[in-house]
């Protein structure tokens, strides 16, 4: 899975947990958290389902590696099977 494979996923999760949100105009380093006004429950929902679209196993005390669309990827390129 190549880093636009997985930017598009990051986007259909948060498109699920946030559907109001206007996902085609965030900016890639905006803080995911104030900029779509997610909660701590919508964040663990959004790390369980970036887990259960990729199967990537995200420690908790890696959530703050999630804090923008660009971290998400960032991160999630270096943990997801070719």
């Known amino acids: 899975m190549n880093r636009a494979e ?3 996923t990051v986007l259909r999760v948060l ?3 946030a559907p109001e949100a206007d996902l085609a105009s965030l900016p890639e380093d905006a803080p995911l958290r104030e900029e779509l006004e997610i909660d701590s429950m ?3 929902n959004f790390a369980i389902g970036l ?3 990729l199967g990537v196993d995200i420690p908790e005390a890696d959530y703050e590696k999630l804090a ?3 971290s998400c990827v960032d991160y999630l390129a270096a943990r997801v099977r070719p």
Request: charged share 25%; glycine share 6%; aromatic share 6%.
């Open 42 to 44: 919508d964040f663990l």
């Open 6 to 8: 997985i930017q598009q």
């Open 15 to 17: 498109g699920r947990i």
């Open 68 to 70: 923008s669309v660009r």
């Open 51 to 53: 887990h259960d679209a």
